[in-house]
T-cell receptor, first 114, second 114 residues
Framework: KQEVTQIPAALSVPEGENLVLNCSFT??????LQWFRQDPGKGLTSLLL?????REQTSGRLNASLDKSSGRSTLYIAASQPGDSATYLC?????????????FGKGTKLSVIP | DAGVIQSPRHEVTEMGQEVTLRCKPI?????LFWYRQTMMRGLELLIY????????DSGMPEDRFSAKMPNASFSTLKIQPSEPRDSAVYFC????????????FGPGTRLTVL
């Protein structure tokens, strides 16, 4: 059974700092990995999707990397801003015919202090 | 595109009452997912539809839960009778199965059963 772990559970940083959020998974036979952002009381917003054949994806100040062999992904946020404060979740989809289910981590709650 | 639409956004009901949650997926998407999110268990997949057909309902907690997708643009999740332990945020998500399969989430329905 795929398990996804995100460490730390919470992180507080001053504005302007670069930071890294970590995600690890137990089964390396993944189809893709998706990073989401969740604001309090809101739904999940998809940030980046990395296919298993890719090493990284970038969107603005966000960069996500994937190392399948070690079962790890990182989300790098450059020049953090208070508006980046949210919970960040990673989710993996296993490879294989008919595979569709996303397995989620519990998330990292990020607070960017002005 | 309006994104995934869910209604109601908030629902407060008494134990034993029937609850119906509604979802309109993104136009053109052929996969639909219902999730439940709680503090204790995080995000859990309840049921998955592909081309309006339920493919996997193994996550549905018990017979009190049922879901339908009568057409490509509408799905319901029904709880009858509701219990206090059903209190959670219920999310609907959709994706295009034959593509990158990036899942897009609705804003969720916060259910409180008294």
């Amino acid at each position: 059974k795929q398990e996804v772990t995100q460490i730390p559970a919470a992180l507080s940083v001053p504005e302007g700092e670069n930071l890294v959020l970590n995600c690890s998974f137990t089964d390396s036979a993944i189809y893709n990995l998706q990073w989401f952002r969740q604001d309090p009381g809101k739904g999940l917003t998809s940030l980046l999707l990395i296919q298993s054949s890719q090493r990284e994806q970038t969107s603005g100040r966000l960069n996500a990397s994937l190392d399948k062999s070690s079962g790890r992904s990182t989300l790098y946020i450059a020049a953090s801003q208070p508006g980046d404060s949210a919970t960040y979740l990673c989710a993996v989809r296993l490879s294989g015919a008919g595979s569709y289910q996303l397995t989620f981590g519990k998330g990292t709650k990020l607070s960017v202090i002005p | 595109d309006a994104g995934v639409i869910q209604s109601p956004r908030h629902e407060v009901t008494e134990m034993g009452q029937e609850v119906t949650l509604r979802c309109k997926p993104i136009s053109g998407h052929n996969s639909l997912f219902w999730y439940r999110q709680t503090m204790m268990r995080g995000l859990e997949l309840l049921i998955y539809f592909n081309n309006n057909v339920p493919i996997d309902d193994s996550g549905m907690p018990e017979d009190r839960f049922s879901a339908k997708m009568p057409n490509a643009s509408f799905s319901t999740l029904k709880i009858q009778p509701s219990e206090p332990r059903d209190s959670a945020v219920y999310f609907c998500a959709s994706s295009f199965f034959n593509g990158p399969n990036e899942q897009f989430f609705g804003p969720g329905t916060r259910l409180t059963v008294l």
